[in-house]
C-alpha cells in the first residue's frame, strides 16, 4: 500500500471532529488533497479535481456552522455521475470535452447534506468493460478493478474517507474488494439514479465506498433518510454461508482464505443453508445477466454508437452489437424470467434474510488483464439484492479479499449489520 | 377540432407512401410544417421547431433510400427529452437557456430508425402538475390533459403522426384520451428511458402518441425490436371490464358514454369478473402511488429544488417538500408495499390478461382548471401495467374520451391488440 490510510478519519470520525470543533471542513479536505498530491501520481484515481470549488464549499460550510449528515466529509464522485461545473467524460474520448451543467440527483442529496465534493474520479469506458489507467493501491502491477475503479482506489489509498461508484454487474463490490475497502450496493434503486448516465436501466445501481461500514451507512442514511446506521456489533450464533453463485470460479488464494475463514466460524454457526429451491432456480441467471445486460446497454448508448461508432472500445461494441442482435421475442423472454426470478426470491427469502459469499474470484489480478471477474456479483445484481463487501481476507502475497454480504430485497439494514459485525469479528485486511 | 386530420397520413400510411415512391420524406415532412402554420398559434403545442434540421435530415433519408422502421416518419419529442441542439427546458424557468448536447436513448433509437425530429413540445413543469399553455384541439377553453400536453395536442391536430411522451401519474394515457387520439404507455422500462428529466424513477415510463393503434405499435416496435403490430381486427367473444380503479370519481359525461358503451357489448361480452382479490388489494395503491411519487421526486429534482427553489411552481414545490417529509421508514414500507402488490398482479394475473377501463373521468376539464385528474390512470402505473387508450367515446358536447386497456405485466401485445380491436369495432371519435 502506498503509504498507511490509518492515520485518514474515516467518514463518521471526520463529521464527529467538525462537530466537535476538533476540525474544520476546511482542514479535514487540506489534509485529503494532501493526501491525494503525494498518492495520485501512482495510482491515477481523479479525472478532474477541484481543488478551488472544493475549498469554497468547505469555507462555506465552515462559515454556516453545521448542516445535514455529511457536513463537511470530503466526496469523491465516479464520472458517470453529472456533477455541475465539473467534466462528464464517462471514460469514453465521446464527451473528453464534456462538463455537466446540473448535479445528478444524488449529488445534489450528497451536497444538500453538506458534503464536499472534491472531484471525478475514474471509470472503465460508461461503466462496462474497457479499463482506467488506475492502479490498485496496494500494488501498482494490479488492478483495483472496476467500473468504479477511481473510486475504490481513492477510498483505499486515504485520498477521501467516501466516494460514490456504481454496479451494474459487479462494479462496486468486486473493486472494493480488490482494493481492500468496504463497498455497499444497496438494494436496486434505492438512491435516486438520475442524471448518471446509464449502461442498463434494470441493473445500474448507485451504491458507496468508505473504510468502514458506519461510514457507508452514514452516507446512504443521507441520501436516503433511511436510518442504516449499525448497531454496536455482536458475535453472532449463525453465519449463513453461499458459494454456489460461482464457485466453479473461485481462485487458488480465495478457496484457502475462504476454507480458513469458514473453518474460523464455530461449527454451529456454519451454515450452507440457502435454500437449495433458489440455488436450482438461479442457474442459468448469469448468462441471463449478461444478455439483459448487452440488451439494454445497446439501447442505453444508442447515440454515443450511432454518431462516434469508431469511438467506442472494440470490447464494448462487439457487445452493443450482441445486445442488438437479440430479438424482440428474447429480450421480452428475459425480462419476464428476471422478474419471475425477482419475485421467487421475494416470495422464498425471509425479509431479513442475509448470507455470506465472496466478493470476487480471488485478489485484484494484473492489471494488463483487464478489471477481473464479476462472477460472484451479476447474479445478485440482477435480483436487484443489496451487497456489502467488507475486507476481511487475504492472499498469501498480502492482497485483500472480500467478504460479501448479500440479502433480501429491502433488507439493506439487515446487510449492513452483519457486515458490520463481521469487521468488528474480523478486524480490516486492508 | 382546427381542422380535419382525417387528410394527414398516419405514421404506418407516412412510412408505405415512402417505400412505395408515392411520396417523400421531404414531402411528408413540408405537409407537417404547414399543418403546424395552419394550427399552432390556437394550440400551442412546441417549446421550440427545427425546421431545417428536420428538413435536413428528411433530405438526407430520401438520398438514401429505406433506413428503419420510421423512416421518414415526422415525429415530436416531449421537452423532458434530451434531443441534441434543441432546447430541453422541461416546461421550467430554470432550464429556460438548456440546449441539449446528446439524444436521449430512445431519441437515438428513433432517429437510427428514420424518424425525422421536427421539435420539442410542451409538458407542465417537469412533467408534473403546473400546466403548459398548450390548448384543446377540439376546443381551446379546454385542456389537453398533461403532463404530456403538447405532443398529445399535436398529434390531435394533425400536426405529426407520431410523437414521444411519458407517464408518471396519468401523463400519457389522460392527454390522449382529452384529445382524441392513441396513447399508449407500454410496460415499466420496455423503451429506454435514459436522457429523459426524471420525475420518479419507480413510475416514469415512456410511451407514444399516434392516430391508430398501428401508429402507436409501429413506433414501440421500432425503439424496442418486439414485434407489436396488431393482427387484423376480430370481434371478440368477451370483454373483460373493470371500473374499481376510480369509479367514484366518474363524471355524469362519463357514466352516460360508459354505459352506452358497454351496453353495446353483447351481453356475454360484458364481464365485471376482474379477480376481486385484486380489487381489494389494490384499495390504498393511489394514496401509495402518491406518496412514492412525492419521495421520488424530491430527490430527482433535488438540485432544482437546492439550487432555484423560487423557480419551481407552489404546487410542485410543496409535493417536493411533502416527499422529504416522509419518513426513511414510511419509504422503505412503500416501496415493500409496491413489490408486493407487482409480484401479486403478476401471480394472479394470466399472463395474457387484459381488462377494459376508462381512460380519464370525465371529457377534458376547463382550461383553467388544471391538466385534470390521473384518478383511473395511477393505479396501472404504479403497478408498471401496459396501458392504451382508445378515442371511442364522446360527451353529449362531441368531447372525446378514451376507453383504457390494460394488461398483464409484459402483454403489451396483447393491450394494443384489444386496443386495435376496439378501434376497428367501435371507430374513432377523434
Known amino acids: 500500500m502506498t503509504g498507511a490510510t490509518q492515520d485518514m478519519p474515516g467518514a463518521v470520525e471526520t463529521a464527529l471532529r467538525i462537530a466537535e470543533g476538533r476540525s474544520t471542513a476546511l482542514k479535514e479536505l487540506d489534509a485529503c488533497l494532501e493526501r491525494i498530491d503525494a498518492t495520485e501520481d501512482d495510482i491515477g ?78 471509470t472503465t469506458e460508461f461503466a462496462s468493460y474497457n479499463p482506467a489507467r488506475t492502479r490498485n493501491p496496494h500494488n501498482p ?124 466460524l464455530a461449527p454451529a454457526g456454519r451454515q450452507q443453508n440457502f435454500p437449495t429451491e433458489l440455488t436450482a432456480a438461479l442457474r442459468g441467471a448469469a448468462d441471463l445477466h449478461g444478455r439483459i445486460m448487452d440488451g439494454e446497454s445497446a439501447e442505453a448508448l444508442a447515440f454515443e454508437h450511432a454518431t462516434a461508432p469508431d469511438l467506442l472500445s472494440d470490447k464494448l461494441r462487439a457487445h452493443l452489437e450482441a445486445g442488438r442482435a437479440l430479438s424482440g421475442a428474447e429480450r421480452a423472454a428475459d425480462w419476464a424470467a428476471m422478474r419471475r426470478l425477482r419475485a421467487m426470491m421475494d416470495a422464498t427469502l425471509a425479509p431479513d434474510a442475509v448470507w455470506l459469499t465472496p466478493a470476487a474470484t480471488g485478489p485484484a489480478p494484473a492489471i494488463e488483464s483487464g478489471t477481473g471477474s464479476p462472477a460472484f456479483n451479476r447474479i445478485w445484481t ?49
Chains 1, 2 share one sequence.
Not at 406 to 423: I, K, T, W
Request: net charge negative; glycine share 12%.
Open 45 to 122: 484515481a481523479w479525472v478532474a479535481l477541484d481543488r478551488a470549488g472544493a475549498r469554497d464549499m468547505a469555507a462555506a460550510l465552515d462559515a454556516r456552522g453545521t448542516s445535514g449528515l455529511l457536513h463537511g466529509i470530503p466526496m469523491a464522485v465516479k464520472d458517470i455521475f453529472a456533477v455541475k461545473g465539473m467534466p462528464w467524460r464517462c471514460g469514453s474520448p465521446i464527451w473528453k470535452d464534456r462538463v455537466a451543467t446540473f448535479d445528478a440527483g444524488s449529488v445534489a442529496l450528497a451536497r444538500a447534506a453538506g458534503a464536499v465534493l472534491v472531484g471525478k474520479t475514474e
Open 141 to 264: 502491477a494490479r488492478t483495483p478493478g472496476g467500473s468504479s475503479s477511481g473510486s475504490a482506489a481513492a477510498v483505499a489509498a486515504g485520498m477521501v474517507p467516501l466516494a460514490f461508484g456504481t454496479q451494474t454487474s459487479g462494479s462496486i463490490i468486486r473493486p472494493a474488494s480488490y482494493c481492500g475497502v468496504v463497498g455497499f450496493k444497496p438494494s436496486f434503486d434505492l438512491i435516486e439514479p438520475g442524471g448518471v448516465a446509464p449502461l442498463a436501466r434494470s441493473l445500474d445501481t448507485i451504491g458507496l465506498f468508505a473504510r468502514s461500514v458506519a461510514d457507508v451507512a452514514l452516507g446512504v442514511t443521507a441520501l436516503t433518510g433511511i436510518d442504516l446506521a449499525p448497531e454496536p456489533a455482536t458475535d453472532r450464533a449463525e453465519y449463513p454461508l453461499d458459494v454456489s453463485a460461482a464457485w466453479d470460479d473461485a481462485e487458488p488464494a480465495l478457496r484457502t482464505a475462504w476454507a480458513a475463514f469458514t473453518d474460523s
Open 382 to 430: 440482477l435480483l436487484g439484492l443489496p451487497c456489502c463487501t467488507v475486507p476481511i481476507l487475504r492472499a498469501e502475497d498480502g492482497m485483500p479479499m472480500g467478504v460479501q454480504v448479500v440479502g433480501a430485497m429491502g433488507n439493506d439494514r439487515g446487510v449492513l449489520q452483519m457486515a458490520h459485525d463481521l469487521m468488528a469479528r474480523y478486524g480490516a485486511a486492508g
